[in-house]
């Protein structure tokens, strides 16, 4: 029987990847058949990429904080003293990424500037706004905490990000209701957010107690966000009684029956918000003066656009090309699979990245290959080849996976 806490570690993750990507190479997916022989033209397109967009090799986290405005940061956390920008970064980076899955192609964001602002980037943008205005704090200041959320209304979310009938985002009323579950989280969980006054800056001190001799774990990060944050997602799948969040069950073509004495054996843990998140929250901790340790225990990310690089360029191609015309739903199981064979593909993707480049894991992590990376990849074969850069295959998202 497979535990709930097996079912949170990045091991089941890429474990369950790897175990749809052999069905694919044996022909025994329903959606999709895969293409290993494109492996090095892809790896060489993501290098490429990298070399254009960070010619000195200097390639930063992929993390939400790239979505940002630098000039943005600085002037927020400039009075701050180390701890309290920690805390401050916490506060903003887990409702912005809590608010990052996919906008649509409609939407747009327009600052304060005049600068008009679209997907990841117009979500960080306005999520932002929305946090500078004190939106999330129950004292309008710079905090994001249990009341200031449960407070914030339906309304107010919508005004933030400037949605209308004429700019309509994707999943509005599931971005609100994550951040009112988030609040209330906040409020009964007083061993990773306070008593006083419940903060999501005060995961920072919980972390610190984590850690060994200044070093901290990622897959204590990612565990501790999937534990501490389940209540958030929807409750499409529920084992010992508790939500698994960004898990889904999955049937191999040709299987039958008998094939599935446990049907636990077939969930497939993508969980690609959280992950996104612990990459978020790992540069603040950094900046404490901790050291990350089990970096390479994190996966890739099942999304859209390292997805959409696997297909546009080859790796991946769907049985029935015509499925690209419609939408699909995000739990479907033609989105499962793509999902879960883009984390397996990119880890491929990523050795022989670092084969051609010679360089070690320690070197070139995946974290940065996601950066530099297969993400901008997806990204700019995707603007090559369909207009607004829309992914090769469209998702009805409801604003709580990705």
Known sequence: MVSVSYLRSPQAIRTQAQYLLELGLADRLHHFQVDLTRLDAVADYVIEIMQRDYPNGNIPFHSRWRHFPA??????????????????????????????????????????????????????????????????????????????????????????????????????????????????????????????????????????????????????????LLESLSDLWPQRCVLEGQNLGDVWAYTPRGASASDRSEAVSFLVPLHKLSQWLTYSLLEPLMELGLRIIDLDQLTGLAEYRNGGLCLDLGLLRLKQPQETQRAHAVGSVLVLEWRALTIALVDLIADRIRQKLQKTAVELPLVKILQGGTWSAGRTIAQILRPEGSPPILIESDGTVF
């Open 71 to 224: 000039d943005r940061i600085a002037p927020l956390l400039q009075n701050l003293d180390v701890w309290e920008r920690a805390k401050a970064q916490f506060d903003l980076v887990i409702p912005s990424v809590l608010l990052d899955a996919g906008a649509g192609r409609a939407w747009r964001y327009r600052d304060a500037a005049g600068r008009v602002w679209q997907r990841s980037e117009g979500l960080a943008v306005a999520s932002l706004d929305l946090f500078w205005q004190g939106k999330f704090s129950q004292m309008g200041d710079l905090t994001t905490d249990a009341l200031g959320l449960i407070q914030l209304s339906l309304n107010d979310l919508a005004a933030g990000l400037q949605v209308s009938a004429t700019n309509p985002i994707v999943g509005l009323e599931g971005r609100w209701q994550i951040l009112q579950k988030l609040g209330q989280i906040l409020a009964r969980s007083p061993q990773f957010f306070g008593s006083d006054r419940p903060r999501l800056g005060n995961l920072v001190d919980y972390f610190q107690c984590q850690a060994i001799d200044q070093s901290l774990s990622a897959v204590t990060i990612f565990q501790t």
